[in-house]
C-alpha cells in the first residue's frame, strides 16, 4: 500500500491546528483510518514533520545465499511445481521452512 499523499497530510494537519475538529471527526472527513490520523498528528507534535516515514531495515532472508541457490535450482527443475510444493521441496533439501 502507497503512503497517504503530502497534499493530503497536509490538508489533514491544517484541519487539526484549527482546533474546531475531533481527530475522529477528521478521519471520516477525509476518510482515512482514526489510527492514522492519530499517528500523523503524534508524528507532526514531535517532530514537526508529516512526510511517511522512511523504512530504514530490510528485514533479513532467512536464507543464506547458498540456500538461494538451491532453491533456484529447484524451481527451474520443477517448474509446474506449485509453491507449497517448492515450499516442501526446500524444506526437505536444506531442513528450513518458508512460505
Do not use: W
Not at 476518510?31 to 528485514?59: D, H, M, N
Amino acid at each position: 500500500m502507497r503512503p497517504y499523499s503530502l497534499d493530503l497530510r497536509q490538508k489533514i494537519i491544517d484541519v487539526y491546528i484549527e482546533g474546531n475538529t475531533s481527530q475522529r471527526q477528521i478521519a471520516q472527513q477525509f476518510r482515512v483510518a482514526y489510527s492514522f490520523v492519530r499517528k500523523l498528528i503524534k508524528q507532526y507534535r514531535e517532530t514537526g514533520e508529516i512526510a511517511p516515514k522512511r523504512r530504514t531495515e530490510q528485514t533479513p532472508t532467512k536464507l543464506s545465499n547458498e540456500q538461494l541457490e538451491i532453491l533456484k535450482t529447484i524451481a527451474e527443475s520443477n517448474h509446474d511445481a506449485t509453491l507449497a510444493e517448492l515450499c516442501d521441496l526446500l524444506e526437505q533439501r536444506v531442513g528450513v521452512r518458508i512460505g
